[in-house]
């Protein structure tokens, strides 16, 4: 069965990084493009960024575009999300998704802080 298991949250002061992992099981990961998302207390889960099954496009919210950077490693069935010179307003659970024929499927989040 499909199976995606975020890490790499924690943590973090204004202005620092961090790099979030998803690692994927279950289907053909090169096959499918990857997405992740964040929910923050309180407000609608959105899109952060996207990427094409070879990596080869990518999207960010507009929120995110020139801090944030998603990365695939097919090899390794991995997608990544690097977070720079991140706000307060970044915090939230951030979730990685995958569409798989006609379902949607997700991880269990991982949260991300930024508080000094």
């Known amino acids: 069965q499909v199976r995606l298991v975020e890490s790499g949250g924690g943590l973090v002061q204004p202005g620092g990084s961090l790099r979030l992992s998803c690692a994927a099981s279950?289907?053909?990961?090169?096959?499918?493009?990857m997405r992740w998302y964040r929910q923050a207390p309180g407000k609608e889960r959105e899109l952060v960024a996207a990427?094409?099954?070879?990596?080869?496009?990518?999207n960010y919210a507009d929120s995110v575009k020139g801090r944030f950077t998603i990365s695939r490693d097919n090899a390794k069935n991995t997608v990544y999300l690097q977070m720079n010179s991140l706000k307060s307003e970044d915090t939230a659970v951030y979730y990685c998704?995958?569409?798989?024929?006609?379902?949607?499927?997700w991880g269990q989040g991982t949260q991300v802080t930024v508080s000094s």
């Open positions: 998704n995958a569409e798989v024929g006609s379902l949607a499927y």
């Open positions: 279950g289907f053909t990961f090169s096959r499918f493009a």
């Open positions: 990427i094409t099954s070879f990596g080869t496009s990518t």
